[in-house]
């Protein structure tokens, strides 16, 4: 019965920003971490950024880092995700997803968003 609704997605410059952001319907204690992945055409899904509730712990992965940030607040059970100095290759379809703890593996997520294009052009 939960359901991840994104939103901020669209088509920037590249050196621009975009900021996404991710609210859960409803929190479960399945829902320790929030997470952003992103999908590339023609590539598999891939982990950008994640982070527990109440801001504890982040991950990046090492082609954002420096560029993007995440953050939530916990009583709106939101995720944002601030992007800066965006590349063209950051071009891809952006999911949010929530799950019992932090992983780099998308399957360890039990819930996701429906996804918000991001489009940079050079």
């Known amino acids: 019965q939960v359901q991840l609704v994104e939103s901020g997605g669209g088509l920037v410059q590249a050196g621009g920003s975009l900021g996404l952001s991710c609210e859960a319907s409803?929190?479960?204690?399945?829902?320790?971490?929030m997470a952003w992945f992103r999908q590339a055409p023609g590539k598999e899904r891939e982990f950008v950024a994640a982070?527990?509730?109440?801001?504890?712990?982040?991950d990046y992965t090492d082609a954002v880092k420096g560029r993007f940030t995440i953050s939530e607040e916990n009583a709106k059970n939101t995720v944002y995700l601030q992007m800066n100095s965006l590349k063209p290759e950051d071009t891809a379809v952006y999911y949010c997803?929530?799950?019992?703890?932090?992983?780099?593996?998308?399957?360890?997520?039990?819930?996701w968003g429906q996804g918000t294009q991001v489009t940079v052009s050079s």
């Open positions: 997803a929530a799950g019992l703890r932090i992983s780099l593996r998308s399957r360890d997520y039990g819930y």
């Open positions: 409803r929190r479960t204690l399945l829902m320790n971490a």
């Open positions: 982070i527990t509730r109440g801001g504890g712990s982040t």
